[in-house]
């Protein structure tokens, strides 16, 4: 079992910044894909950030260029950094570990925080 702890929402205005992290009960890292989703009320949970175990990242598209996923793997923690925010970012953000092996599909997900991006 993998705990994961999101933390870091917020209010902020339009053009503002916001850190999000996420730790894992344990260390993962090496072992699973790590990932932020969100989802807006009324709206589907989208992928915004993946992190692989090997480090290779990717973003949708509405956030390229503003948004980016690390690791630290020292401290069990992977952070959402999040630039020139729009209210369209609004939603609740969700952590994500997850790794599939020949006899297992192992998928966390942890508690969500609020974001919310309004003047």
């Known amino acids: 079992q993998v705990q994961l702890v999101e933390s870091g929402g917020g209010l902020v205005q339009p053009g503002g910044s916001l850190r999000l992290s996420c730790t894992a009960s344990?260390?993962?890292?090496?072992?699973?894909?790590m990932g932020w989703y969100r989802q807006a009320p009324g709206e589907q949970r989208e992928l915004v950030a993946r992190?692989?175990?090997?480090?290779?990242?990717n973003y949708a598209d509405s956030v390229k260029g503003r948004f980016t996923i690390s690791r630290d793997n020292a401290k069990n923690t992977m952070y959402l950094q999040m630039n020139s925010l729009k209210p369209d970012d609004t939603a609740i953000y969700y952590c994500?570990?997850?790794?599939?092996?020949?006899?297992?599909?192992?998928?966390?997900w942890g508690q969500g925080t609020q974001v919310t991006v309004s003047s």
């Open positions: 992190i692989t175990s090997g480090g290779i990242t």
């Open positions: 344990r260390n993962i890292f090496s072992i699973y894909a």
């Open positions: 994500n570990a997850h790794r599939v092996t020949v006899t297992r599909d192992d998928d966390y």
